[in-house]
């Protein structure tokens, strides 16, 4: 089984390398690799291949845009991330505190549908975006927010807004401060949506014995997620791990390649244990508690995300009621028992403070 990733990897995706690093996929007799996305992967894209992975893990916009287009199939079946990670950073001479404020600015987004929670909230404001805005495709990193590139940059809180925290301030020589930003939460600005979930194609379900597969998959992605939650500083040693073995480059997962060299020449980690413990840490609550059991989509969130999509203009009409699908999901976590915790509502966030340079 492949699995194609909205990104690179990170912790964002930690409960799907537990699956494996733990031996969870194995059980279920599956072999999974891991496919790297990125900044110049279309996820719902790769993943509507009639050749592509047999999963695919992306926000939801993205997907029921590109299912109002009629350019993918793609079938939410296991609905991962219940809580949206989109922030705003502005540096606080740009008095970026509110979506109107974003009027004359230049405003870096993440590509594609991933910018639709930050879009939809500033045109809501008044703001016309292809007359009072400027916006600049982001890529992957957070320099063009660091350098003045752009004057406010979309970020998500377990990734690209530590990485603006860990940089160091070139004029001071010193780490930033929470206090050099204004943060906007797109949750209090009524426009954050469901973001990672594990989808799969309609074609490719109606296959024989596609179906048992698929729990079987979601079965062994549940138990890596559970495992996430009460040890995620195991997770956090096995995502640094399988960064060194699944690619440099966005979509690689053949062979691993040489070990990146620092300036030294000596042997330099894709990932940082500082960072990944902080994207840990702000994952799991995207994640639990889940009110009807992991990965079983709430009605609820589902239509928020619709109404969003369809008050901005980005799709016409309600999707088909064929779009997601819980029977799958509700069925793996049967397979589980009753006496694991798949809802996890004791769940406590943990505290983890930022390091500079990623630790």
Known sequence: MRVQLRWTLGAEFAGYVAAIEQGYFESEGLDVTLVEGGPDVAP???????????????????????????TTDLVDIGQIFHRSSTLTMAFRDQAVT?????????VGVLPGGDRL????????AGVDLERDTQLVDLGSGVDPLLTGAVDVAQVTINDTYARVLEATDRRTGKPYEVTDFDVINFADEGTAMLQDAV?????????????????????????G????????????????????????????SSSPPPPPQS???????????????????????LVWP?????????????????????????IP???SDSAYRTDLMETALEGLGSDLDTKGDAFVKGTVEIEPEGG
């Open 263 to 285: 300036p030294s020449g000596s042997p330099e980690t894709r990932l940082h244990h500082g960072h990944e413990t902080w994207s840990m840490n702000e994952v799991n609550p």
């Open 117 to 124: 929670e930050v879009t939809t909230a500033v045109s809501n």
């Open 44 to 70: 719902e894209v790769a993943g509507s291949a009639l050749d592509g992975p047999e999963f695919t893990i992306t926000w939801v916009p993205r997907v029921l845009v590109a299912r109002a287009a009629s």
């Open 98 to 106: 509110e979506p109107v404020d974003f009027k004359g600015k230049k």
């Open 199 to 223: 989808f799969a194609r309609a074609s490719w379900l109606s296959g024989q014995g596609h179906e048992a597969t698929a729990i079987a998959f979601l079965k062994a992605s549940a138990l």
């Open 317 to 319: 009409a309600q999707p």
């Open 225 to 252: 997620w559970v495992y996430c939650r009460d040890h995620p500083s195991d997770c956090v040693d096995s995502v640094i791990a399988a960064g060194e073995t699944i690619g440099a480059e966005p979509g690689a």
């Open 290 to 314: 889940s009110p009807l059991g992991l990965g079983v989509m709430a009605p609820d969130e589902w239509q928020h995300t619709v109404s969003v999509l369809m008050a901005a203009g980005a």
